[in-house]
């Protein structure tokens, strides 16, 4: 099992800066992904960005240029740091970690709110 906490969101205004932080702790499978995912009232949740255990990121188009996503291997620990953020920024911002070893492993941190207002 592996647990996420989740720091960091609020509110801001638009064009402002944001930074959430995810610490992963219990059975750290060494090749792994971590990464934020989002989901706005009535849509889907979809990818923000993600970052392997090898360094290699990925960004939704939305926010490139825009968020970052560093990790700190020895923490387990990501942060999608966020700037200039805009109003259709605003959504539930979710933790995810997946590995595989043997089977599929996915696990989902609680979620925090993240708020542009214009």
């Known amino acids: 099992q592996v647990q996420l906490v989740e720091s960091g969101g609020g509110l801001v205004q638009a064009g402002g800066s944001l930074r959430l932080s995810c610490a992963a702790s219990?059975?750290?499978?060494?090749?792994?992904?971590m990464g934020w995912y989002r989901q706005a009232p009535g849509k889907q949740r979809e990818l923000v960005a993600d970052i392997t255990s090898d360094g290699i990121t990925n960004y939704a188009e939305s926010v490139k240029g825009r968020f970052t996503i560093p990790r700190d291997y020895a923490r387990n620990t990501i942060t999608l740091q966020m700037n200039s953020l805009k109003p259709e920024d605003t959504a539930v911002y979710y933790c995810?970690?997946?590995?595989?070893?043997?089977?599929?492993?996915?696990?989902w941190g609680q979620g925090t709110q993240v708020t542009v207002s214009s």
């Open positions: 219990g059975t750290i499978i060494s090749a792994n992904t």
């Open positions: 995810n970690f997946r590995a595989t070893y043997r089977r599929d492993y996915n696990f």
